[in-house]
């Protein structure tokens, strides 16, 4: 059974809590996504954001709460089938492609959810595919093979590859891990465009950083140690006060052209270095 088309809601979770190895990694999840929007989870390492992330795409099952994804309540649909209207984008995914093939033959399997391609390509599955790589900014490395490409390029390559079929829900899980400056902000400017097409998915960024939030996030949900500290648009968000408990550092948010940075003095360090437990 599809996906309701009619939801107005993409995501909504309520008292979801994942209890593994003795705790509780999530407790007392609630979080709402609009459909369309572009949203970010942040958090330190070990707050839970992959884990949300891993209950939301529908591979790991939730202790206790309630999910509900593109419409459809989690118990009373066929995860496979909602799975076709999602996508997930890791810089490390479960299956790698095949590292001789182009840039444009990645993209293109994403139409049949393999790590190779298996069957012909039509002149549209194959027009659609050099469009997505033009607008990620790979037109020039079409005939690249992927094990060619940079680290940067490979996520932008992939996030063309995710949206091939046109999903409804796109997740992209600490897509920027690893990369340089310049990698960095393509990537951004990657999340950007493609929530600028037509009839976009709904995004659902997951990072540790808040100079990797694209502009076009309207919604951010804080995560620590497992539970909400707070969601709501950015601005009312990320404030100082809020980040500085919740990453447990001394530091000082700035805003500057619809994005948002951190800054932590050096006369902090030494206090940073005594502590003698978490950072």
């Not at 009312?236 to 500057?256: G, N």
Request: hydrophobic fraction near 40%; charge should be negative.
């Amino acid at each position: 059974m599809p996906p309701s088309p009619a939801s107005r809601h993409a995501v909504h979770v309520e008292g979801v809590g994942v209890y593994r190895a003795g705790r509780w990694i999530l407790k007392d999840v609630d979080w709402t996504v609009p459909s369309g929007a572009c949203v970010a989870v942040l958090g330190p390492n070990g707050s839970g954001k992959s884990t949300l992330t891993r209950v939301i795409s529908g591979y790991l099952w939730p202790t206790e709460g309630e999910v509900e994804v593109l419409g459809e309540r989690f118990g009373e649909v066929n995860i496979h089938e909602l799975r076709e209207s999602l996508r997930l984008v890791q810089p490390t995914g479960m299956a790698e492609p095949d590292a001789e093939m182009t840039a444009l033959d990645v993209a293109i399997t994403g139409a049949f959810g393999t790590v190779g391609l298996y069957a012909a390509i039509g002149d549209d599955l194959r027009a659609e595919a050099l469009r997505l790589l033009e607008a990620v900014g790979l037109h020039a490395a079409i005939r690249t093979p992927y094990r060619n490409l940079s680290s940067g390029e490979r996520i932008r390559c992939l996030m063309a590859r995710a949206m091939v079929r046109k999903p409804r829900l796109l997740l992209l899980d600490e897509p920027t891990s690893g990369l340089d400056l310049l990698a960095r902000e393509q990537v951004l400017a990657t999340i950007e465009s493609l929530h600028a097409e037509p009839d976009p998915p709904t995004v659902v960024l997951i990072t540790h950083h808040l100079e990797e939030l694209p502009p076009a996030v309207s919604h951010v949900v804080v995560l620590q140690d497992g539970r909400v500290a707070a969601q709501g648009a950015p601005e009312d968000v990320l404030t100082s006060a809020l980040l500085s408990e919740v990453y447990h550092c001394p530091l000082e948010v700035v805003r500057s052209d619809g994005r948002f940075y951190s800054r932590v003095s050096p006369g902090a360090w030494a206090s940073l270095l005594a502590r003698s437990g978490r950072p």
